[in-house]
């Protein structure tokens, strides 16, 4: 009767209590047994009711009031005739290694919302007991969502310490999930990851949104040939906006030996320049108004700035074109050489850039998302040294 009470207590499927071994206030310690009469093979499938012998697996469970709990399971030795007397060891969905699946649950959810050492120092487990348990479901979530179909690709870098060893992130783009990180921000390290994927996953991506670095896009091309690369359009904004910096700090120069050496006021006004024009309240404008007026160089590259940022307030390819071409217009005039960088870069990337209306306006958001998650994982953790664990948490995170 005690046992049955117990069994029903203890509240996992299958599983009845042989007896209880300690019941002391600081821990308890109970013998169970699978009821499972014929324990599939694990080889052939086939059930079996030949016990070859009993050995004792110790199992640590959830604690009860504070109390930890340790399961002796009775775990069987069985003898396959099928394949030939092999012997093989019963398995139970209620264990997972030396914890109970809902143990193993139940760390995991800690580890996530707390650190690993905290979900270790709560449920009175090893560091590395909890960190195996949080990269064993981590491995499992991967490889469930690398199954499932990718239509658009993010493609993102992030570093594993403050600027030091970068990894590649790569982001279900439909559902924001993490499917990977890879060691290193290069070719090979996303070439590899394409070609683990399989020819059929890689003919399901539809888009690939990656930032400019050449080691992308020849992975790319090599291996999603077929998909339509887009280049994000936080960081293309940031190599257009480059020009306006550049033109910026010339005209701001004062000849040498003034002091100050810049003129303070085009200084002054350097985060209000980057501003989007349609952000602006009257008050700036009429202070950017008297700045152009005294600097037509900084009207000219602000104004061209802005049509680039038409490229992508354009509602399709065509609008994105006329903006271009007034951009054209302003660089012709020769006011803002310095613009010249930006012009080549758009020149090797224009592709990339203006298939951005045409792949669906896609954006690396939901990668920058998961980027700032990461940063604040990495500052809870103080920094990872190593990558199978970032990439668990990262994983986890989304
Ligand atoms: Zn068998």
């Not at 310690?29 to 070859?52: I, L, N, W, Y």
């Not at 870098?157 to 790569?170: D, F, P, Q």
């Not at 990977?180 to 994927?197: I, K, R, Y």
């Not at 309240?281 to 700035?305: C, G, I, M, V």
Request: glycine share 8%.
């Amino acid at each position: 009767m005690a046992r049955d009470v117990m069994s029903v207590r203890l509240g996992l499927p299958q599983i009845r209590v042989v007896g209880v071994v300690v019941d002391a206030p600081e821990r308890l310690v109970v013998r169970v047994a699978s009821t499972v009469r014929r324990p599939k093979c694990p080889h052939c499938g086939m059930p079996s009711s030949r016990r070859h012998d009993r050995r004792d697996n110790k199992v640590r469970d959830l604690e009860v009031s504070g109390r930890p709990v340790t399961l002796v399971w009775e775990r069987r030795r069985m003898v396959c005739d099928p394949c030939g007397g092999r012997r093989f060891c019963e398995d139970h969905p209620a264990f997972e290694g030396r914890h109970t699946a809902r143990l193993a649950r139940r760390v995991v959810a800690d580890a996530q919302a707390m650190t690993v050492n905290a979900a270790a120092c709560g449920h009175r487990l090893g560091w590395d007991a909890v960190n195996s348990l949080v990269v064993a479901w981590a491995g499992l979530v991967a490889r469930h969502r690398r199954r499932r179909r990718c239509r658009v690709l993010l493609v993102d870098e992030t570093s594993i310490r403050k600027r030091h060893r970068y990894v590649t992130v790569l982001v279900n783009g439909d559902t924001g999930e993490v499917l990977a990180m890879v060691p290193h921000p290069n070719a090979q390290a996303l070439s590899g990851f394409l070609a683990s994927q399989g020819h059929k996953w890689c003919k399901g991506v539809k888009v690939v949104v990656s930032d400019g670095s050449a080691a992308y896009k020849t992975a790319i091309e090599q291996r999603l040939g077929h998909a339509r690369h887009v280049l994000d359009r936080f960081h293309v904004i940031r190599w257009f906006a480059a020009g306006l910096t550049a033109v910026r700090r010339d005209v701001q120069r004062r000849p040498e030996g003034e002091k100050p050496r810049f003129d303070p006021e085009v200084f002054r006004a350097r985060f209000l320049l980057m501003r989007r024009p349609d952000t602006l309240d009257d008050a700036e404008r009429a202070r950017l108004d008297s700045l152009f007026a005294a600097h037509p160089r900084l009207k000219a590259a602000w104004d061209a700035l802005g049509e680039l940022h038409g490229l992508y307030l354009a509602k399709d390819r065509k609008g994105a074109l006329a903006a271009l071409d007034r951009f054209a217009d302003i660089y012709r005039t020769g006011l803002i050489p310095e613009f010249s960088d930006v012009v080549d870069t758009f020149l090797a990337w224009h592709e990339q850039i203006l298939g951005w209306h045409r792949a669906g306006r896609p954006s690396n958001g939901r990668i920058d998302r998961t980027n700032n998650l990461l940063q604040v994982l990495r500052r809870k953790a103080h920094g990872f040294t190593n990558y199978t664990n970032f990439e668990a948490r990262g994983i986890l995170l989304t």
